[in-house]
C-alpha cells in the first residue's frame, strides 16, 4: 500500500518535472503535443496555436 502511494507519488512528480513549458505563458505542456516548433536545434512545445504563432515570430524574446 505504502509502496503503491510512494510509485505514483515519484512518477507524478517525475512528470511534473520533465514536462516542457510554454515559454510564451510559462505552462507546462505535454511532450506529445503537436504544437512544436524547432529553433536552434531544440524543441519547445506550446500549449496553443496562438502561443506558437507568438514564439514563431521572435524566437529570441522567449529564450533565456
Ligand atoms: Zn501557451
Do not use: H
Request: proline content about 5%; aromatic content about 18%; overall charge positive.
Amino acid at each position: 500500500m505504502l509502496f503503491r502511494f510512494n510509485q505514483a507519488f515519484l512518477n507524478i512528480s517525475f512528470e511534473w518535472y520533465i514536462m516542457p513549458i510554454d515559454l510564451v505563458c510559462g505552462m507546462k505542456v505535454k511532450e506529445n503535443s503537436p504544437l512544436k516548433s524547432d529553433f536552434k536545434g531544440k524543441t519547445y512545445y506550446f500549449c496553443s496555436e496562438q502561443c506558437k504563432t507568438e514564439f514563431d515570430k521572435n524566437p529570441l524574446k522567449y529564450i533565456r
